[in-house]
């Protein structure tokens, strides 16, 4: 496995800490920084995973709506007055909502 060295910066109070660790677990900095490295690219090509799972659906949810969407019954609201209402009128009133009024 080929390797790269990476330098970068860090503040020295985190360094200290981090070296009183792995010196207590006994274990490398390089092993400790590889392994949240990878613990890091996993977890965020899953999420990058779920999210293009997550846009995929929404896209095709959002593509048979746009298909199924139905044109317009009527072409003007006037249009509408020419059917029928379909209305129906109960000849007995729920006695939680009567108020006296017969029809």
């Given at each position: 496995m080929p390797y790269t060295?990476?330098?970068?910066?860090?503040?020295?109070?985190?360094?200290?800490?981090?070296?009183?660790?792995?010196?207590?677990?006994?274990?490398?900095?390089?092993?400790i920084l590889n392994t949240m490295i990878e613990e890091f690219c996993r977890k965020e090509f899953k999420l990058i995973e779920m999210d293009g799972r997550l846009n995929d659906l929404i896209s095709h949810i959002e593509t048979n709506n746009i298909k199924s969407v139905?044109?317009?019954?009527?072409?003007?609201w006037e249009d509408s007055y020419d059917d029928?209402?379909?209305?129906?009128?109960?000849?007995?009133?729920?006695?939680?909502?009567?108020?006296?009024i017969r029809l």
């Open positions: 060295l990476i330098n970068f910066n860090i503040p020295n109070h985190l360094k200290k800490n981090f070296d009183h660790l792995v010196r207590f677990k006994n274990v490398s900095r390089t092993s139905k044109e317009p019954r009527y072409s003007t029928p209402l379909d209305i129906n009128f109960s000849q007995e009133i729920d006695p939680l909502y009567d108020d006296g």
